[in-house]
Nanobody
Framework: QVQLVESGGGLVQAGNSLRLSCAAS????????TGWFRQAPGKEREYVAA????????YYADSVKGRFTISRDNAKNTVYLQMNSLKPEDTAVYYC????????????WGQGTQVTVSS
């Protein structure tokens, strides 16, 4: 079992930056991929970015490509999401998730951290 805890959310003005952190604990050796998702009020959850735990390959949704950067520190069991040039449309609860090796499904989820971008 893996536990995930997000932090770093807050209220910022459009154009500013935030960095989210996701600390993993438990059976972290079983993690194959870690991703970030977000859910805005009245909207369904959407994929934001992902990174392979070992290889470091990264993937981004078109809506954040060029503005967001996902990275990880395996020694600290932590994944980060650097968010630059934030827009009001980025306002959402951001969730960290992890999948097991050779799986495309995200089995582990954090509780989320609120990001609010004012216009």
């Amino acid at each position: 079992q893996v536990q995930l805890v997000e932090s770093g959310g807050g209220l910022v003005q459009a154009g500013n930056s935030l960095r989210l952190s996701c600390a993993a604990s438990g059976r972290t050796f079983s993690i194959g991929r870690t991703g970030w998702f977000r859910q805005a009020p009245g909207k369904e959850r959407e994929y934001v970015a992902a990174i392979n735990w070992s290889g470091g390959n990264t993937y981004y949704a078109d809506s954040v490509k060029g503005r967001f950067t996902i990275s990880r520190d395996n020694a600290k069991n932590t994944v980060y999401l650097q968010m630059n040039s934030l827009k009001p449309e980025d306002t959402a609860v951001y969730y960290c998730a992890a999948s097991r090796f050779a799986s495309g499904l995200y089995d582990y989820w954090g509780q989320g951290t609120q990001v609010t971008v004012s216009s």
